[in-house]
């Protein structure tokens, strides 16, 4: 860490407590950021918004000592500064919310927060302060998270809660958040947005980037846009609306889509009856007695909050988890009793809720990890086909349009999006009649959205069945034929294409955030 000498403002206003001028960032001949210039307003919200690959997390990590930059300066307190290291950048009061979890699983909450930076006592680590100053957070975050659970048998959105209380427990001056929501529930976005108004009042700085646009409206004081590595917008709040943002985010006239038209809508591909899925040892029904009928070439939308049973369904009928009782039929069959991979052999396929932990490999190569879901269509007696291999991965990079420099890019090299769309192409690749997406936009820009809903809406018009959930209201209307609401593991209501997000969100019980 290096501080250089206080000097004159030099165009930075007097609130701005941490400026980057001139960034640059390149990796090899890709250039990641271009002459970037953004500001940390002090006590305040400045969200960062732009397509996924834009450059936005490059931004903060650089802002976080995560990456060095290739050119320009940071400025903090109007000195220039270096900062080489995360150590660093916590040394100076910045700390950072990555999107992706970078807890350690086989680790309780209580160890993950202190992770690093354990409180020491005469005899070692002081584990019982450790546990009282967790369980102050989870109190804080109004979060009933037993500090010695395990976080790997938590749910996702619990883990994000745990990954936030740990950047809280620093007590950063200047706090980072990259896609803080993405996992959690209406109620837990509730409270973290109470949580963020509290720092605020504090005098902390909150770096916020965030794709779900209407949200992050309700809590920024300043928006900055990133388009291509590049800066194309910035203004206060009060200049600023949802058309302003999706427009320099990804230009005008733009939308998710339709449902999709001119084609039949068929036979029954797939029946849920009377579907019952047990959780907490039989004591709480996630799905509870519900029936489903999707016919193929028809789009279905499941919304629903968090608990509603959306997840327990979809995994329940793609064979992850058993039913206690009901049927699951496709094309009439009982699938019931197979495993999960003669359920995709039979046309049944589920995009999961999480890329990186149930979708991804990340040790392995963007090609590998499209071709992994069928494999068995180019590998005989333990002997691979790699012409095969390469045609079937070749067609996918096409078919979902992945951004990425070749078959052979390591899957890390892709940005959100494109690894979702990664994990798509991987299922669409098994040739499903049926195909399951769980929160298939979850962490991925408004232009990823919408590619990722026009290949759905092809493949419905081909015949394809497809069954989507969402948490996001404005989601149900982009191009489903049917929405489906749950709440407490049953379906509450019904509407077509034409309702409106009040009613959507009236009948899951839930209200506009405020």
Known sequence: MTLGPVREAGGIAPDVVLAARNIEKSFGAVRALRSVNFDVHRGQVTTLFGENGAGKSTLMK????????????????????????????????????????????????????????????RTGVYYAEEERRTRALMKEL???????????????????????????????????????????????????????RDLKARGVSIVYISHHLEEALTITDHAVVLRDAVMTAAAPRAEIDLE?????????????????????????????????????????????????????????????????????????????IPAASGQVLLHGRDIGGLSIADRI???????????????????????QNLSLASIGNFTRRLLTDRRAERAIVDSSIREVTVKTDGPDAPIGSLSGGNQQKVVIGKMLATNPSVLLLDEPSRGIDIGAKGEVFRILADHARQGMAVVYTTSEVGECLAIAHRIIVMRRGRIVAEFTHDTTKEAIMAASGESLVA
Request: aromatic letters at 2%; one cysteine or more.
């Open 142 to 196: 109004v979060e009933d998270i037993d500090p010695l659970a395990l976080v790997g048998d938590l749910r996702l959105g619990q883990q994000q809660i745990v990954e936030i209380a740990r950047a809280l427990s620093i007590n950063s001056r200047i706090l980072i958040m990259d896609e803080p929501t993405s996992a959690l529930s209406a109620s837990e976005v509730t409270v973290l947005f109470k949580v963020i």
């Open 62 to 121: 650089i802002l976080a000592g995560v990456l060095t930059p290739t050119a320009g300066e940071l400025i903090l307190d109007g000195r220039p500064v270096e900062i080489r290291s995360t150590i660093e950048a916590r040394a100076l009061g910045i700390s950072i919310i990555h999107q992706e979890l970078s807890l350690a699983p086989n680790m309780n909450v209580r160890d993950n927060i202190f992770l690093g930076r354990e409180i020491m006592g």
């Open 244 to 320: 302003w943002i999706v427009r320099n985010m990804v230009g005008e006239n733009f939308d998710l889509g339709q449902p999709p038209t001119g084609h039949e809508i068929g036979a029954p591909a797939l029946e849920v009856k009377r579907l019952t899925v047990d959780t907490a040892g039989g004591a709480v029904r996630a799905v509870d007695g519900l029936d489903l009928t999707v016919r193929a070439g028809e789009v279905v939308c499941i919304y629903g909050l968090m608990g509603a049973g959306r997840t327990e369904l979809m995994e329940c009928v793609a064979g992850r």
């Open 345 to 367: 052999a039979a046309g049944l396929a589920l995009v999961p809720e999480d890329r990186q932990r149930d979708g991804l490999v990340q040790t392995i190569s963007v090609g």
